[in-house]
């Protein structure tokens, strides 16, 4: 029997740390919860230290644990030297002026560190669908990992938290409907994409959202490379 290639070896190798950032996640909110219980808060406040270290957490250890291995894949995927691997880019680099100007009013200023740990997790878990010419956008967790679309839906201050079945059972599903919304997510991942299914997946949701609602957005093409110096 052959052994595994160099190329099938990264992609195991991306799956597991696909999988592993949302473990991590879990973790991370079970010990929010830990911190949070009323014999804990007896004794120490905690609401303000777990937001501050769980946040960071959440921008600095995970998005770089989606993207790493994903930027690997991607150069296995493309020929050397074209666009899809030879960029150079940094986070500092990613795109989100108009989603400045478009987002909710009541969110004074945006984060540009969560917007891109947003891209990492949503490239991992969130779905672009199209059926019967419309477009739907969802991420689902776990029913027990609820806190994480919990947070992402305070971070974006939009969007709606569902119950519904599962391969597995019940989940979690953080939805995003309607137009302004849709305008919304496009703007935060329109060109700051890095995986390249990813890529694919929005030029053909875009094309069928333009359908939709009369809109002209148009697909911005990305060539990021985010390196482990932008965790």
């Known amino acids: 029997m052959e052994g595994p290639t160099p190329v099938s ?3 195991h190798a991306a799956t597991m740390v696909e999988r592993s950032h949302i473990q991590v996640q879990t973790c991370i909110e079970k010990f929010r919860c830990m911190l949070e219980t009323p014999k804990v808060n007896k004794f120490i406040d905690t609401k303000r230290i777990t937001t501050l270290i769980i946040n960071e957490i959440y921008k600095k ?3 770089l644990n989606t993207t790493q291995v994903r930027n690997k ?3 296995q995927e493309t020929p050397e030297g ?12 990613f795109e989100f002026d108009i989603y400045d100007k478009e987002k909710p009013e ?18 991992g878990q969130g779905k672009l669908e199209v059926s019967k010419s419309k477009v739907y956008i969802d991420i689902a967790e776990k029913e027990e990992d609820q806190r994480i679309l919990r947070y992402i839906r305070t971070e974006l201050g939009f969007g709606q938290i569902k119950a519904r079945p599962g391969p597995k059972g019940m989940e979690s599903v953080y939805c995003v409907t309607g137009q302004e919304n849709y305008r919304r997510i496009i703007h935060i991942i329109n060109g700051n994409l890095v995986s390249v299914s990813k890529r694919e997946q929005m030029k053909e949701w875009l094309e069928v959202f333009n359908a939709q609602y009369k809109e002209q957005i148009s697909y911005k093409e990305s060539a990021k490379e985010p390196s482990e110096q932008d965790a």
Request: proline residues 0%; aromatic residues 16%; glycine residues 6%.
């Open 61 to 63: 250890i995970l998005f």
């Open 82 to 93: 074209s666009s899809e691997t030879v960029c150079g880019k940094t986070l500092t680099e």
């Open 106 to 123: 009541h969110k004074k200023k945006i984060d540009r560190d969560f917007l891109a740990w947003f891209i990492g997790y949503f490239e």
């Open 73 to 75: 894949v991607n150069q």
């Open 9 to 11: 070896s990264l992609i």
